[in-house]
Every structure is written in structure tokens, then in C-alpha cells.
């Protein structure tokens, strides 16, 4: 489940804009997130993230729970099939939760988790894809896309496709790769259903295929700025 809740994070996170269909390098292309929130200051009054998800898989579904606390410290967790899973970062260490078995998060992992559960994203969008290209304009369900590719900063590759017309993110395709998946499996998340949150328009539906298998995801609640309980590594006080 943990690819799921990093999907639904960088969705959630993404400030939406009008400017894609000018831009000429891919830095133009993501800085208009920036912009069309009203810059670092107004992302800088996010201080706590408190969201619910439904996500079905196949034929099963399982409802989504994440705490997200300035700038990275979070906790995710899921139950799929009475069985719990989850995973979170208390601000020195990541861990992964399957069941009642807790392994601290490898640094691969780690960096992957945080991109995708940072309030100051922002801040560090550079950092977090040392390598930002814009490549050729595609077309996705009959509309023209800007195509950026990231490599990120334990070597993922990712792809961010954003409707010209809107700038608003359309697709977004990342690959899986783990233990569990030791061949690469390429993930399609189509974004939709925008909304507005407050000050920031958030996608509250995405679908799409993890290799031939299809998945959806629903967002339930997502709220900004309240309080929320300490978050620490599991079995420590």
C-alpha cells in the first residue's frame, strides 16, 4: 500500500496552475505549482496534514489513514484484509509496518517515503530530482500534454504529464521496484476531480494500472492545520 499513499501525497501536494502551456523548460513547468498557491509563503502556512482514502486494488479495497506533520515527520497506515500496514519517519527514522512486523525503512525507501510525505516540498523540489528535463509534448485521452522527466534523488525515474490547457497534472507514472517486486513494474496514475481545499485545489480521484492490475484511489478528507497527536517510532514512548 505504500506506493498508493505516496501517489495520493504528491497529488494532494501539487499546486495547481495555468502557465504549462508557455513553458519552454521543465522548471517553468513546475514552478507554476509554486506560483498558483502564491508562492513558498502561502505553502509555509501548512503546518499539519490529516487526510482519509479508500483504495481498491483488484478486488479488494482498504481505507487509508496518514498524519503528516511539518516538514516531514508522518505516519501512514492501512488495513487490507484485517491485516494492518503502514509506514512513517519520526524525524531520525523510517520504518515499515506489515502486520505486527516493523523493519526500519532502508535509504532508498526512506527518500522515496519523504518526497512523497513533505510539507516543504517547495523548498526542496531540486534536491529532492537532482535531474529535471522537459521532453516532448504527447497527448493523453485526446489532450495535449507537457511531458517532464525526474530522476530523483535515489535514482527513481519518474514522469509527470500535465494537461496543456489547465495546467492541472493529468498523469503521472512512476515504476515499482523492491524486494517484493524484484522485476520493475510500471505504475499509470491518471489524476482527476479537482477541488478546492481551502487555498489549494486538490485531485480527489486518481486510477490507473500497477502493470496490468487495476487500482483507484478516492479521496475522503484531507485537512489542514490541526492538531496533531506526536508521531514516533512504533513501541516508543
Excluded: C
Excluded at 24 to 49: C, F, N, P, W, Y
Aim: charged share 30%; no cysteine.
Amino acid at each position: 500500500m505504500k506506493i498508493y499513499l505516496q501517489v495520493l501525497a504528491l497529488a494532494l501536494l501539487l499546486p495547481l496552475g495555468a502557465h504549462a502551456a508557455n513553458a519552454s523548460t521543465a522548471d517553468e513547468v513546475l514552478q507554476r505549482h509554486i506560483e498558483a498557491l502564491g508562492g513558498h509563503e502561502k505553502l509555509a502556512r501548512i503546518q499539519t496534514r490529516v487526510m482519509e482514502a479508500k483504495v481498491s486494488v483488484g478486488w479488494f479495497s482498504a481505507k487509508m489513514k496518514s498524519r503528516l506533520i511539518r516538514p516531514n515527520i508522518y505516519e501512514a497506515e492501512a488495513t487490507i484484509l484485517g491485516q494492518g500496514g503502514g509506514s512513517g519517519y519520526d524525524g531520525t527514522t523510517g520504518w515499515v509496518r506489515k502486520g505486527s512486523k516493523i523493519s526500519v525503512a532502508p535509504d532508498k525507501e526512506l527518500k522515496r517515503m519523504l518526497r512523497g510525505n513533505s510539507l516543504d516540498w517547495d523548498r526542496k523540489f531540486k534536491q529532492f530530482y537532482p535531474t529535471r528535463r522537459l521532453l516532448p509534448d504527447e497527448t493523453v485521452d485526446g489532450k495535449g500534454v507537457k511531458v517532464v522527466e525526474l530522476i530523483a534523488d535515489n535514482g527513481d525515474r519518474e514522469i509527470w504529464r500535465f494537461d496543456t490547457a489547465t495546467g492541472l497534472l493529468k498523469q503521472l507514472e512512476t515504476t515499482k521496484q523492491d524486494e517484493e517486486n524484484p522485476e520493475p513494474v510500471k505504475i499509470i496514475s491518471n489524476v482527476s476531480d479537482y477541488r478546492e481545499v481551502g487555498d489549494i485545489l486538490v485531485a480527489h480521484k486518481i486510477a490507473g494500472l500497477e502493470g496490468k492490475r487495476e487500482f483507484s484511489m478516492e479521496l475522503l478528507s484531507v485537512v489542514f492545520n490541526q492538531p496533531v497527536a506526536p508521531i514516533r517510532f512504533p513501541g516508543t514512548k
